[in-house]
């Protein structure tokens, strides 16, 4: 057997840059989609939009634009060599709140627990449009390789708690039916179940949108007045996956769309219903016998849409850019 080589940690960050602003920035800023990937992101999901950017009398390290949304959001990343201290995370909330920045991450080589617990905190307080990461960064090498760095997440929004606790606050103020309840409920696991398969595979599409009390949830496919829907009804016991569309090109739409039904249906590997409604709407879905009432099966179903809708993202996507 071939000798193995051996990690070494580089303790001393400034051997690789020696500045923080001027060199290490600069490097972030031209290989951001290390950064991007360790979030959860996509190696494309970070735009670079400036270094150095002026805010007030003071200058934010990195803004970005989160291509991954449905509208690009604004990225607030402040860097700092050594442990996390007060006066850089006050400066990261300065700059974000100057920025509007809706995505806030704080890059140290060692977080403090006091601000590990303050970024949590602020995790769960806010709405679902606001999200904090700190990120530890180390160097490392095998035997005399280049250096390599190594992006260490170790604060991240914690969406199940957060959805958990927006249905704790609306329940207690009554607000909500029982059914109501369990649209919600039932929403939320799916969004959850949908990002914990985004950290393990990088090839779905699906961008999940903040759970709402209705019987259905959606999700972006790139182009206005089209979208993937999945809906559920408790009385009739289904689930659906489709794809909508609005206003009034729908009708033209599903013409064009419907002219290569065959061969869709081929790449999606199962059949769809081709519904012509009445009106400004018209749909495209695969239907299934399920209960959504039942909790114990909610996994199940979840697979089963998820699978469906990023199909039809993915099959449907460049024929929908070229309507």
Not at 189 to 213: G, N, Q, V
Request: one cysteine or more.
């Amino acid at each position: 057997m071939s000798d193995l080589g051996q990690f070494h940690r580089i303790d001393n960050i400034r051997e690789t840059w020696a500045h923080e602003a001027y060199d290490f920035t600069p490097w972030l800023s031209d290989n951001i989609s290390l950064l991007s990937k360790a979030l959860g992101l996509g190696r494309e999901g970070l735009i670079v939009e400036g270094i150095e950017v002026p805010v007030g009398a003071y200058s934010a390290d990195v803004v970005c634009k989160d291509t991954t949304k449905e509208i690009d959001e604004t990225v607030l990343i402040e860097n700092q060599y050594g442990r996390s201290d007060h006066d850089h995370l006050g400066k990261t909330i300065t700059y974000a709140s100057g920025l509007s920045a809706a995505t806030i991450v704080l890059i140290c080589e060692k977080l403090r627990e006091e601000h590990r617990t303050a970024l949590t905190w602020l995790n769960t307080i806010t709405n679902d449009t606001h999200n904090f990461f700190a990120v530890e960064l180390e160097l490392w090498r095998i035997n005399d390789s280049p250096v390599a760095p190594k992006f260490n997440v170790v604060v991240k929004p914690d969406n199940w708690a957060r959805i958990a606790e927006n249905t704790k606050r609306t329940t207690e103020k009554g607000e909500l039916s029982e059914t109501k309840k369990l649209y919600l409920g039932y929403w939320g696991a799916l969004r959850e179940y949908i990002i914990t398969i985004s950290d393990l595979i990088e090839s779905t599409s699906l961008r999940p949108r903040k759970p709402l009390p209705q019987m259905w949830t959606g999700f972006s496919i790139g182009k206005s007045g089209v979208e993937l829907n999945a809906f559920i009804n408790k009385r009739d016991k289904w689930i659906r996956a489709d794809l909508t569309m609005h206003g009034a090109n729908a009708v033209s739409w599903l013409e064009q769309l419907s002219e290569d039904a065959e061969l869709v249906e081929r790449e999606l590997g199962f059949p769809l219903e081709w519904k012509k409604l009445n009106g400004t709407e018209q749909r495209i879905s695969v239907t299934k016998s399920f209960d959504p009432s039942d909790k114990a099966n909610w996994g199940v179903q979840h697979e089963w849409l998820y699978n469906k809708l990023n199909a039809m993202h993915r099959v449907f996507s460049n024929r929908i850019k070229r309507l």
